[in-house]
């Protein structure tokens, strides 16, 4: 069994994968930050505690060896490995729960979005998703923690809060003429809200159009 002290140093390993996906040690000094002597000695190191070549070095350059070719992909994936799993480690502990939040998309746009950094800045640990739907609550509910519709005040759901009143106004195309009635309103044809079906029913009702 090999003991700790004889398996190579992550730096050597780093040093090696940098060589070979560059075949040369000035472009992979520049790449760590170190000098040419330092990555050759690293090199250097690391054949001979594996006993065998890695590179076979030529007048205009560096190629990989049989073993070097063998050893690379090997140590790629173990080196992505160890980051991979220390990240895991280092966000489940840094995150103290996820808080699952699904918006409309346009409260998303115009509000949550803007405003989420905000958000984190006071709850660092707290990781967030978001998700947008205009669906029922009661369909949403076990993928959401929080939710946020626009609904008439009659509309009641436990746990449900209101969070402001909304001012809608109607619009129409530029070339629409003035409109000095609600006789004339009712003429003109209403798009159809597909999100929120119930707007043109309570303006009807409100203005006392024929329905």
């Known amino acids: 069994m090999i003991k700790g002290s004889e398996y190579p140093s992550h730096k050597a390993l780093r040093t090696f994968i940098s060589v070979a996906n560059s075949l040369s040690f000035s472009q992979a000094a520049q790449e760590l930050c170190v000098t040419q002597s330092a990555v ?95 669906g029922q609550v009661k369909e949403s509910l076990s993928n959401a923690d929080i939710m946020v519709r626009c609904l008439p005040l009659s509309k009641h759901y436990d746990n449900a809060h209101l969070l402001c009143e909304e001012e809608l106004v109607l619009t129409a195309e530029a070339n629409t003429k003035n409109i000095e009635s609600i006789d004339e309103l009712a003429k003109l044809s209403f798009i159809p809200q597909i999100t929120r079906p119930q707007l043109w029913e309570q303006l009807r009702y409100e203005l006392g159009l024929e329905q």
């Open 40 to 134: 050759s000695k690293q090199i250097a190191s690391l054949e001979l505690q594996l006993g065998q070549a890695l590179f076979e070095r030529h007048a205009n350059g560096i190629t990989l060896t049989v073993a070097g070719k063998h050893y690379l992909p090997k140590v790629t994936e173990a080196l992505e490995a160890i980051q991979y799993a220390t990240a895991s480690v280092l966000q489940s502990g840094q995150a103290q729960g996820l808080l699952r939040v699904n918006v409309t998309p346009s409260f998303a746009n115009l509000w949550l979005i803007p405003n989420i950094r905000r958000f984190h800045q006071t709850h660092s640990k707290l990781q967030v998703s978001v998700t947008t739907g205009d």
